[in-house]
């Protein structure tokens, strides 16, 4: 079922962290299982802003993957090593839950590089780099996961979110909303669906050196943007492309560090409901979402099925 969430202030910042809490709250129902938000906040644009997870946490009363701290201890240990190794210095970090950090820091090379070799440390995984993307996810719902990583603090002009209903994987933080254009920084996606040429898109994108971290069929749409992107496309280009290339029902969302978009199937089977005026989009996919952050009278609309649609900040 799953509920997908976006909001865009033009020239505007904002408590993008509260305002999404808000509209992914509203669709709790919609996915009970694990919360995400990818925002843009504020930055100087200077430094990159790295968040990654040295493990699981599956919640109170599970073991399934709690490690003992000491192992995330090591892990971490180790990918400060390799980013002292690839030339990286780390400006500023912080620790927010045991298995889940925030670096900022100073990087002048190659993204891809870059990220196989932090990502080569057992049980660590990139969920995202950018200037100024703060990607977070867990479980949980919307309130749940804000107040775990003190998302009120977040001022930005865009964001997007995913409350999920593990379907096609499993409950875990891995196959949680929003993914990473892997290996383009500030690039995010969300996805509510169903892709039924899964397996034959992923085997030939890792036949050309994509990477996968779950097995959630929507991370697809995150890999295939970045091959496109990869091969020169631009955001718009890679997601009509995606209209054809992709098979199944969906309707996602794709943030980069100064834009929004949205893209809904040829078959239109996925709910959207859109709001749009001269300085914000809101959507999302039911009207409560919006009315969470808009509860004055508007009109709004529902896309047409095929269509694809960007905003600039």
Not at 236 to 246: A, F, Q
Request: aromatic residues 8%; proline residues 3%.
């Amino acid at each position: 079922m799953c509920g997908i969430a976006g909001v865009i202030h033009k020239g505007k910042s904002v408590g993008i962290g509260s305002e999404l809490q808000g509209m992914l709250q509203a669709l709790k129902h919609r996915g009970p299982d694990s919360t995400g938000f990818a925002l843009y906040g504020d930055t100087d644009g200077k430094n990159f802003i790295m968040r990654f997870k040295v493990g699981e946490n599956v919640g109170e009363g599970s073991n399934a993957f709690n490690e003992d701290s000491s192992v995330y201890d090591e892990r971490k240990k180790l990918v400060d090593k390799y980013l002292a190794d690839l030339g990286a210095s780390i400006i500023k970090e912080e620790r927010i839950t045991p298995y889940s950090l925030r670096y900022e820091m100073n990087y002048n090379k190659d993204l891809m590089e870059f990220s196989k070799k932090i990502e080569s440390v057992p049980g660590v995984e990139i969920l995202s780099i950018g200037k100024s993307l703060e990607l977070i996810k867990d479980l949980g719902d919307a309130k749940e996961v804000s107040e775990r990583y003190n998302l009120n603090k977040i001022t930005g002009t865009h964001g997007i979110g995913h409350a999920r209903m593990a379907t096609e994987s499993g409950v875990d933080i891995k196959s949680a909303h929003p993914f990473w254009g892997y290996p383009f920084s500030d690039v995010a996606v969300v996805h509510n669906g169903q892709l039924t040429n899964y397996w034959n898109n992923r085997r030939a994108l890792e036949n050309k050196g994509m990477r996968f971290m779950s097995e959630c069929d929507s991370e697809l749409i995150a890999v295939y943007i970045a091959e496109k992107m990869r091969n020169g496309a631009s955001l718009e280009e890679g997601m009509k492309d995606s209209l054809t290339g992709l098979d199944g029902v969906f309707t996602y969302f794709v943030a980069t560090k100064d834009s929004l978009g949205m893209a809904k199937d040829t078959m239109a089977a996925k709910p959207l409901v859109l709001y749009e005026s001269d300085n914000l989009v809101a959507m999302g996919s039911e009207e409560i979402a919006i009315r969470a952050i808009l509860p004055q009278e508007i009109d709004t609309y529902d896309p047409f099925d095929g269509e694809v649609k960007v905003w600039q900040i």
